[in-house]
């Protein structure tokens, strides 16, 4: 009887085992990437409008991160892409919201978002610089914006850095006369050609793209100041988002040693960046 009763117990512990481990093995599984997978699309959250790196042209969202993704959904067979187009300040509160599972726009590295999300390997250099009026002849470096009103975008990193260059002119003898924000930056340029203000506060490639394509309008103040930065995109910091992370990283090492980003770099931006492959550094700020 008692040898009945323990092998009883005996089939009670396995079947309790194996259905714990079944559960387990189901619960490893559910993270986002298979979620994403299962469900068969991939939703971003994407402000577009930010070029070369997002925009909406003829009703689409294009760019330089469209042609980057259409090279990474190649290693998502079966997903779809759905892109969210959402104001900037709207971006980094829905990613952590779970709004949507990842943000593909350019999201400039900072410490407090390198200790608070999962941000990419670099995209693109995102150095400050300043664009103002063409022919304005009182701004010819970055200090000159000294006793004058100055934009850039609400809630960017940008504004961060024209705020703490601001604080630098400042300490040593004129800061600014003040710094106006903007919801986004084509606000700011569109100021800044009607001479409300005398200078922006953007990336250096996006200011290049600006006077690319208006060159009658814009002209770039050269050198580039504060410390070196980059633009990367961003997951969410915890365990169920791990897998997606480590998924686009691995795509963009792969297509940045392919020499594919240096291409698109080519085709957005008029020539190739020297962006690391293998780790993000931390923030110098």
């Keep these: 009887m008692l040898a009945l009763f323990q092998r009883a117990w005996a089939v009670v512990f396995t079947v309790v085992v194996a259905a714990g481990l079944l559960f387990s093995s189901g619960s490893a599984e559910?993270?986002?990437?298979?979620?994403?997978?299962?469900?068969?699309?991939?939703?971003?959250?994407?402000?577009?409008?930010?070029?070369?790196?997002?925009?909406?042209?003829?009703?689409?969202?294009?760019?330089?991160?469209?042609?980057?993704?259409?090279?990474?959904?190649?290693?998502?067979?079966?997903?779809?892409?759905?892109?969210?187009?959402?104001?900037?300040?709207?971006?980094?509160?829905g990613l952590a919201a779970a709004k949507f599972d990842y943000v593909v726009t350019s999201v400039t590295v900072t410490r407090e978002r390198y200790e608070k999300y999962a941000l990419s390997l670099p995209i693109a250099d995102a150095t400050m610089a300043l664009v103002k009026r063409k022919g304005d002849a009182s701004i010819k470096a970055p200090k000159d914006i000294s006793g004058h009103t100055v934009g850039s975008q609400a809630g960017s990193a940008q504004l961060q850095a024209l705020q703490a260059f601001a604080e630098e002119l400042s300490s040593a003898g004129k800061g600014v006369d003040g710094i106006k924000t903007y919801v986004d930056f084509n606000e700011a340029y569109a100021d800044l050609g009607a001479g409300r203000i005398r200078a922006v506060c953007n990336s250096l490639p996006n200011l290049l793209e600006l006077v690319r394509t208006r060159p009658d309008t814009f002209e770039l103040v050269l050198p580039t100041f504060g410390p070196k930065k980059y633009f990367s995109w961003a997951g969410r910091k915890d365990a169920d988002s791990a897998s997606l992370a480590a998924f686009m990283d691995k795509q963009l090492a792969a297509l940045n040693k392919s020499g594919v980003l240096t291409e698109l770099q080519k085709k957005w931006f008029g020539g190739p960046m020297d962006l690391p492959s293998d780790k993000l550094p931390a923030p110098q700020d």
């Design 30 to 93: 559910a993270d986002l990437l298979a979620k994403i997978k299962e469900r068969g699309e991939f939703i971003v959250g994407t402000e577009a409008r930010f070029p070369p790196f997002e925009f909406v042209k003829e009703g689409k969202i294009v760019g330089y991160s469209t042609d980057i993704m259409e090279h990474v959904m190649k290693a998502l067979p079966g997903v779809k892409l759905t892109r969210l187009d959402l104001p900037w300040q709207g971006i980094l509160p």
